[in-house]
């Protein structure tokens, strides 16, 4: 089981950017592959983005291709969710989490022994 702390959530208006980090402790993210999910009010988790193993396929869902950028800080043993041209859409609680795979131009699941951390959460208004 992985612990990860998701970080920089905040409120933004239309247009706007963030910089989501999920930081892992006690062992090497680049080891694993890696999703983000958003947890929209009064709607499931889904996931929106994964990357794989190291620095290799990038994986992201329809609603945030284009606008959103998945990535590894190896330095800070991290993986980032760089948010563009947020919309009110893109509110919610994003979390991130060990997925399986990230690949084909597809996202593996959660494994089981996984849990969620508290997230962080994203406010996009006027």
């Known amino acids: 089981q992985l612990q990860l702390a998701e970080s920089g959530g905040g409120l933004v208006h239309p247009g706007g950017s963030l910089r989501l980090s999920c930081v892992a402790r006690?062992?090497?993210?680049?080891?694993?592959?890696v999703g983000w999910f958003r947890q929209a009010p009064g709607k499931e988790r889904e996931e929106i983005a994964c990357?794989?193993?190291?620095?290799?396929?990038?994986v992201y869902t329809k609603a945030v291709k284009g606008r959103f950028t998945i990535g590894r800080d190896n330095a800070n043993n991290a993986v980032f969710l760089q948010m563009n041209s947020l919309t009110p859409e893109d509110t919610g609680v994003y979390y991130c989490?060990?997925?399986?795979?990230?690949?084909?131009?597809?996202?593996?699941?959660?494994?089981?022994?996984?849990?969620w951390g508290q997230g962080t959460q994203v406010t996009v208004s006027t």
């Open positions: 990357i794989a193993t190291g620095h290799e396929e990038t």
């Open positions: 989490a060990r997925v399986y795979y990230a690949q084909f131009g597809s996202c593996g699941t959660v494994p089981a022994s996984e849990s």
């Open positions: 006690g062992v090497t993210l680049n080891s694993y592959a």
